[in-house]
T-cell receptor
Framework: DQQVKQNSPSLSVQEGRISILNCDYT??????FLWYKKYPAEGPTFLIS?????DKNEDGRFTVFLNKSAKHLSLHIVPSQPGDSAVYFC??????????????FGKGTLLTVNP | DAGITQSPRHKVTETGTPVTLRCHQT?????MYWYRQDPGHGLRLIHY???????DKGEVSDGYSVSRSKTEDFLLTLESATSSQTSVYFC???????????FGDGTRLSIL
């Protein structure tokens, strides 16, 4: 049973436009959410996170939105740049439940930003 | 970059042989994790450690064991490798609350 779902395997956008990556989760105990970016032959790199007590977190060109009632989060990248082309993973954790901060990952979305 | 070193970076071995992967950190972080990444599956947790000699199973622990005898090293062992364990293995570390996990660059393991 997949608890974190990224239903779009790939996304292609033009440079300068907005990229929106989506993620859904089923476990209502998740209270901490993260996005990671991964380039080929490298490890995932932390991008941005959000706690369930917030509905938005912003860091430069990256904004994460959380809709708890819909169990949905999204990552907005504005403006998109060719260097943003990578696989993006959504991850979730049940921090309050004493999970030792274990992460459950989605399958990833390949973002391609075209010049 | 977080001080995480995974070794070896690449390994090819045969079915039935034992394999040990090493994760070494210089950050003195309490928590360490082993994941595998496979096409169509994202990253899946194998085992994790919440302190020296304190370890627990993750989502896909069958066929794997771990050991952590000192803070800086977390070893993942495949006692008798199978072709289904061909994968890319990532180690991650974290320290306290509200901090993300940071990942190493991975070990690509091929079992023939």
């Amino acid at each position: 049973d997949q608890q974190v779902k990224q239903n779009s395997p790939s996304l292609s956008v033009q440079e300068g436009r907005i990229s929106i990556l989506n993620c859904d989760y089923t476990n209502s105990m998740f209270d901490y959410f993260l996005w990671y970016k991964k380039y080929p032959a490298e490890g995932p790199t932390f991008l941005i996170s959000i706690s369930s007590i917030k509905d938005k977190n912003e860091d430069g060109r990256f904004t994460v939105f959380l809709n708890k009632s819909a169990k949905h989060l999204s990552l907005h990248i504005v403006p998109s740049q060719p260097g943003d082309s990578a696989v993006y993973f959504c991850a979730a954790s049940d921090v309050g439940g004493g999970s030792n901060y274990k992460l459950t990952f989605g399958k990833g979305t390949l973002l391609t930003v075209n010049p | 970059d977080a001080g995480i070193t995974q070794s070896p970076r690449h390994k090819v071995t045969e079915t039935g042989t034992p394999v040990t992967l090493r994760c070494h950190q210089t950050e003195n972080h309490r928590y360490m994790y082993w994941y595998r990444q496979d096409p169509g599956h994202g990253l899946r947790l194998i085992h994790y450690s919440y302190g020296v000699k304190d370890t627990d199973k993750g989502e896909v622990s069958d066929g794997y064991s771990v050991s952590r005898s000192k803070t800086e090293d977390f070893l993942l062992t495949l006692e008798s490798a199978t072709s289904s364990q061909t994968s890319v293995y990532f180690c991650a570390i974290r320290d306290g609350s509200n901090q993300p996990q940071h990942f190493g660059d991975g070990t690509r393991l091929s079992i023939l």
